[in-house]
């Protein structure tokens, strides 16, 4: 089974700070990564999401993410932070088997110091 | 284009009640999944369907379940709710046809408080 880890349930950032979430992935199989965001009573959602073709993928609102399978990370970066970004954000896998299951991590709460 | 449409957002039913929880999906998709989001245990999946048919189910006990109508519209219930039911639920579309590299389209949620 496919799982993630997201480490840091809670991270703090000054404004204008680079924004650094980790996440890591279980997967027997090359893997379909994605990061969402969660604002407060929304739903998710998606950042960017990587499929296996390039391993930098740059998202909306200026996040990124890299993808290291020697690593078997994901972690999603912005240069710099907006007071804007704070928000839950979910690292997520889908299961290469049949149908559309998506594994998601436990959460990052980004908490943007003005 | 309507993104995905969860009715109520908010209810209240107390132990021992059941709950149907509705979802219209974006036009053109064909699966629908349901998560439960807590704080404590994140997102959990309940179950998708794709074209009527129940594709993948989570580890919920059978109080929990679900159906797709021929225009993929998506319900679940819950049956015999519980304090534990107490939860945001969060209903999600795809295209999802062949392949599950397309993303999911999450609705804003429904939030249900059991008494």
């Known amino acids: 089974a496919q799982s993630v880890t997201q480490l840091g349930s809670h991270v703090s950032v000054s404004e204008g700070a680079l924004v650094l979430l980790r996440c890591n992935y279980s997967s027997s199989v090359p893997p379909y990564l994605f990061w969402y965001v969660q604002y407060p009573n929304q739903g998710l959602q998606l950042l960017l999401k990587y499929t296996s073709a390039a391993t930098l993928v740059k998202g909306i609102n200026g996040f990124e993410a890299e993808f290291k399978k020697s690593e078997t990370s994901f972690h999603l970066t912005k240069p710099s932070a907006h007071m804007s970004d704070a928000a839950e954000y979910f690292c997520?896998?889908?299961?290469?088997?049949?149908?559309?299951?998506?594994?998601f991590g436990t959460g990052t709460s980004l908490t943007v110091i003005p | 284009k309507a993104g995905v449409t969860q009715t109520p957002r908010y209810l209240i039913k107390t132990r021992g009640q059941q709950v149907t929880l509705s979802c219209s999906p974006i036009?053109?998709?064909?699966?629908v999944s349901w998560y439960q989001q807590t704080p404590g245990q994140g997102l959990q999946f309940l179950f998708e369907?794709?074209?009527?048919?129940?594709?993948n189910k989570g580890n919920f006990p059978g109080r929990f379940s679900g159906r797709q109508f021929s225009n993929s519209r998506s319900e679940m219930n819950v049956s015999t709710l519980e304090l534990g039911d107490s939860a945001l639920y969060l209903c999600?579309?795809?295209?999802?046809?062949?392949?599950?590299?397309?993303?999911?389209?999450f609705g804003e949620g429904s939030r249900l408080t059991v008494l």
């Open positions: 997520a896998v889908s299961d290469s088997g049949a149908g559309n299951q998506f594994y």
């Open positions: 999600a579309s795809s295209l999802a046809l062949h392949t599950n590299t397309g993303e999911l389209f």
């Open positions: 369907y794709f074209s009527e048919t129940q594709r």
């Open positions: 036009s053109g998709h064909r699966s």
